[in-house]
């Protein structure tokens, strides 16, 4: 076996082992006991990100290993900025849901298992991803709404328990 396909080999083996740990750690932080709503919503973006940086480590690692694609990644490095531009507007959507979605893990405006309306959907918040969030309305149909659309729209939630801020003295200007 030359040197090429042997570096092709460890590449696939550390890609492998990538996946491998991914599914560990995923595994060992799907492990817990009941959270409450807020806690839990948190807890499954974290665990998501931590995820996908360990995916995207371990393939990147992965890659460097064979000469040719190290050369072709010197080259992208030495032009990154106007890579890092036109990646910038393409990906802006997903980046700006990605965003929002951190946001709405950490405010909670809604959380799982809330009853909420956004827009033209209603029903129950199934999943909230890194991206999007899954609610199931009362007839069985899923809106998929982007995680933008809900950090930046009103948002009715019916079961929010939570107690709302007092309003401040002197506001008006006694």
Do not use: C, H
Not at 5 to 33: C, S
Not at 76 to 103: C, H, R, Y
Not at 105 to 110: C, D, K, R
Not at 120 to 144: H, K, M, N, Y
């Amino acid at each position: 076996m030359d040197e090429f396909w042997q570096r092709v080999a460890v590449a696939g083996g550390v890609i492998l082992l990538t996946l491998v740990l991914a599914r560990l750690v995923d595994r060992t932080l799907g492990n817990r006991l009941e959270l409450r709503p807020e806690t839990r919503t948190r807890y499954r973006v974290i665990r998501r990100s931590a995820l996908v940086t360990i995916v995207t480590v371990g393939i990147l690692s992965a890659l460097l290993v064979i000469p040719p694609v190290r050369a072709v990644a010197g080259t992208i490095l030495a032009s990154s900025a106007v890579i890092a531009l036109v990646v910038g507007f393409a990906a802006q959507t997903t980046l700006s849901n990605f965003v929002a979605g951190v946001l709405i893990a950490f405010t909670q405006p809604l959380r799982l298992g809330d009853e909420v309306e956004i827009g033209q959907a209603s029903g129950i918040v199934e999943e909230i991803g890194l991206t999007w969030t899954l609610i199931r309305a009362p007839d069985g149909a899923r809106f998929f709404v982007p995680n933008t659309k809900l950090a930046s729209d009103t948002i009715r939630n019916a079961t929010f328990t939570g107690t709302p801020a007092a309003p401040r003295r002197g506001a008006q200007g006694a």
